[in-house]
Each structure stands twice: as C-alpha cells, then as structure tokens.
C-alpha cells in the first residue's frame, strides 16, 4: 500500500512551509504541482475519476526533497492538486473555453492556455477533458484568492527573508516529467536560458546532481515556467531554477505509486541538496 495516498478532503491550510531551525543557506526549495489533498468539490465537478487526476501531478516530488528542512533548506509545497490551480501560471492565463463568461485577453492566446492547461487547467495530462461544462468566473477568482495567492506570498516572504539573511536568494522549483518526454535525460536544469539565474549558480547546481551520476540536460525541453520568469531576478540578487526530474527514476507512471527505486533516488536527490547547502554562495 502507497505511504502517501491522495486523499478526498477540504484543505485548511493552501500553503505548506517548512523551516530548519537553523536557516544554513539563501536556498529555498519549493514543489508546487506535488500536491494530492483533492477537495470534495472538485471531485463533484470533474468529469475524471480520482485516478486519473491523480495523472497530472508531479507525485511524490515533496517526498523526494523532504529531508531540505533538516539540511538548512526552508521548503514550500503546495497541498492542493495542479488539477485545481496551477500556481506555474499567470493569473492572466485564464482559458476563455472554460470561463466563457469572461472576455477573452491576449493571455488568452498563451501555449499553455491554447493546450488547455491554463492557470484552471480544462483538460488533464492526457488530454481528456476536466469538466462536464464551463465554470463561472466566481469560481476562477476564489480558488486565485484562496489558493494561488497564498502559495506565492509564501514563496515571496521566503525569498526575501533568504536575501535578508544571506544577500541573495536561489529558487530550486522542483517538478517531475514524464519518462516519454525527457529524452533521455534524469534532471532538466531550467533558467529562462540564462535570464533567471546567475551562470555561475546554475553551473554549481549542474554539477552537484551531475556528481550523483545524473544526466543533466539545461533547458530542453524544459527551459522553466511562470515561476521561474516571475523570481528569477538575478539583477535584484534573486535566482531561479526549475528542476525536472524523470518520473521513470522514482514512479510507476501508469499507477502512480512510488516504484522499487524511489528511496536510492531520494537519497540521490538528497546528497545534491546536502552539497549545495555546503556551497558558499556569497
């Protein structure tokens, strides 16, 4: 049995932060589509069963970086599913397929939104659709409040307290893709193709998971999402990387349960947060 099922339940808290008790380095590791506490509410309007929702999160990444805390590393996660809110999103990027009671903006016309995977996304990771029908626009702006916003004030209030403290503050934004689409490569390091992130940062993050035998790619076909663009400010000492990590290495995609490999993967993951906690970043 799954140590870490999804469950059916109202979320109290959107946001989940974890801090060391001693704060050892500018980092901050955040999981935003990990999330597996699925409101009864969305499960009564979804046209999905709960298995197939569960297809489109970035399981188990909060596990896989579980241990930041207790390095030194501040954690935030978001508890609610990617299905729900997607806090890798503008809120400008509102589907007009699904809201069409909103008038349609040039956000409108963004990859993601065209794909069906807006900031509500409409349709799952496979392509099936969420939704029986539209949504009102109500229902986009109360999950914006009580979800979204909550997750990325946290996210700000960690950045800043980091430079405070330390000068500088660097994002590690970690997500997972699927086996099919990563073309080979365990991590994808993404910084904007170098906006997002000091180039000597990003060398040193390259290097402490291509030490634990990784096979690190940068930017393809990854190159980092909303919350890269919107954090990584290296100009205001502020750096950002997204971190993807190949399902295949810790997951059995098709049910969604953590596979044989998933502890000497977290270990592995673990040894590169270590490392980079003992980097002098200043």
Known sequence: MDPSPAVIARITDPVIVHRPAERRSPLLAASPHSG?????????????????????????????IEAAPQLGI???????????????RSTRELDPALFPDMAATSAGTTPHVQAGLGIIPRVSA??????????????A????????????????????????????????????MPAIAAG???????????????????????????????????????AGGYTTACYGKPGQNRH??????????YLNEETVTRSGTFPATREKVEAVLRALVQEKWS
């Open 141 to 176: 702006r109360q999950r914006i409040a009580d979800y979204y916003r909550p997750y990325h004030g946290a996210i700000d209030v960690e950045l800043k307290s980091a430079c405070d403290i330390f000068g500088k503050a660097i994002l590690l934004d970690f997500h997972s």
């Open 74 to 88: 501040t954690s935030v996660m978001a508890p609610f599913p990617r299905v729900f809110i997607d806090p890798n």
């Open 240 to 249: 950002a990387i997204q971190i993807e990590i190949n399902r295949g290495l």
């Open 184 to 222: 080979g490569a365990d991590i994808v390091l993404g910084d904007r193709h170098g906006s997002a992130c000091d180039a000597s940062i990003m060398t040193r993050v390259e290097a402490a998971f291509l030490a634990q035998g990784f096979l690190v790619r940068r930017n393809r076909p990854y």
């Open 36 to 64: 597996r506490t699925y409101p009864p509410d969305l499960l009564a309007q979804s046209a999905l069963p709960l298995d197939q929702l569960r297809r489109s999160e970035d399981a188990y990444v909060d596990k896989l």
């Open 126 to 139: 496979g392509g099936r659709a969420l939704y029986h029908g539209p949504l009102s626009t109500a229902e």
